[in-house]
């Protein structure tokens, strides 16, 4: 067998016809820029997320609609430069970018051993007068909540962000601080990110910002427009982050299949649990069934690089996320040098498995194959 990490062309198969269709309304409309089908994509997502109308903003891609809640906590003066940001050390570094680039300075908490995200105790204790928010990134697909230390945070003015770009539709064990208990509406306001390989993905780059405080939502639809509020008028120093008509017209295609979608990969991720059952292999973590979209299934072994060779050589593509941490990147070389030995040692013993497109029987090969690895 040859099995890819991952063919877009196979996850959009089923779709094709239905996103042709959405793409031709677009193009004969005339209007590719801030027009119906963003307000309908905006209207489905508050819809299947159950929240109010006007809670989303669909904007460019996930990494925006980061620096689009961070600015926006700026401009309400509810945050200032230099104010510290707790962000978990284990995650994709467009989670902790918008933090440096406007002056706040990251707090990096280890994660979990065991959950692979934020250690939620680590991150409480290290709180500071100055700590005025926390990153929750529910990495992997794997909600990242404890309603507790949430709440106590939020009790102290500290803003709770998701970086929901990879869980779009899991579910925490417990409530939000809305009461909800979907990824996306657990704090103040959350990021998602429909990047083409997400689990629902655009046909190029998009993003949405959602939360249920309209300032933060009227500042950041101001802001992602140039700052203005009225044509002409600008009241912020603005960015230019709007979304394409042609992929929130193809983004509300997909999302009407999103509960397939997450249907389909938690049978996969229950197949590989239930398969695998090498001694030199640590599986991910299972939670209680609603709870994980299964971005990535992401398996541990301390020999990971003999490991990914020998399914190589067995014609199983895997990859890495993510194989440098943030804190280890050159652009970030002067700026966070101190050790993370959890984050890293996890950078060196995780590996995905393909997950996107894989049928039953690649998964019983994949299994097979690593239950008969003798390093
Ligand atoms: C993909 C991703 C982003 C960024 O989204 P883009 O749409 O690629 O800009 C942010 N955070 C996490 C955790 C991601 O996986």
């Known amino acids: 067998m040859n099995i890819p990490f991952l063919d877009l062309r196979k996850v959009d198969e089923p779709y094709i016809n239905d996103l042709r ?35 989303t903003v669909a904007v460019s891609n996930g990494l925006d609609a980061i620096r ?13 430069p230099g104010d510290e940001v707790i962000v978990p050390a284990n995650t994709y570094i467009a989670s902790l970018l918008p933090v440096t680039e406007f002056g706040l300075k990251p707090i990096l908490i280890e994660p979990d051993p065991s959950t692979l995200n934020l250690d939620w105790h680590k991150a409480e204790q290290a709180i500071t007068p100055r700590t005025k928010a926390v990153m929750v990134v529910h990495l992997y697909g794997s909600p990242c909540w404890n309603g507790n230390v949430a709440r106590r945070m939020r009790d102290n003015g500290i803003y709770i962000i998701e970086d929901n770009a990879q869980a779009i539709g899991a579910r925490a064990l417990e409530a939000g601080l809305n009461g909800n208990d979907i990824t996306g509406t657990l704090g103040h ?41 009225r044509r002409y008028h600008n009241i ?17 295609v997909k999302l009407r ?21 090498s001694p030199l292999i640590t599986k991910p973590l299972v939670m209680p069934d609603k709870c994980q979209v299964w971005h990535q299934y992401v398996v541990r072994c301390p020999e990971r690089d003999n490991f990914r060779e020998y399914l190589k050589s067995n014609g199983i593509a895997t990859d890495i996320h993510y194989a440098v941490p943030p804190h280890l990147q050159p652009c970030y070389a002067s700026l966070l040098h101190s050790p993370l030995p959890i984050t890293e040692m996890l950078a060196n013993e995780m590996t995905s498995l393909p997950i996107a497109a894989t049928n039953d029987e690649e998964i019983a090969y994949i299994a097979s194959v690593i239950n008969a690895w003798r390093p």
Not at 195 to 212: C, E, F, H, R
């Open 236 to 252: 912020y120093q603005g960015l230019n982050c709007r979304i394409d008509e042609l992929q929130a017209a193809a983004l509300s």
């Open 21 to 55: 269709h959405a793409l031709d309304g677009v193009v004969s409309s005339g209007r590719y820029l801030l027009g119906d089908a963003t307000r309908t994509f905006e209207t489905d997502m508050e819809r299947y997320h159950d929240m109010p109308a006007g809670s």
């Open 257 to 277: 299949h999103l509960d397939a979608i997450t249907l389909t990969r938690r049978h996969r991720a229950s197949l590989y649990n239930e398969l695998i059952h």
């Open 189 to 229: 306001a959350a990021a998602f990110s429909f990047y083409p390989t997400k689990n629902i993905g655009a046909l190029g780059d998009a993003g949405m910002v959602m939360s249920s405080d309209p300032n933060v939502i009227n500042a950041i639809r101001t802001i992602a427009n140039y700052g203005s509020d």
């Open 68 to 80: 689009l809640i961070l600015k926006s906590f700026i401009e309400l003066g509810r945050i200032s």
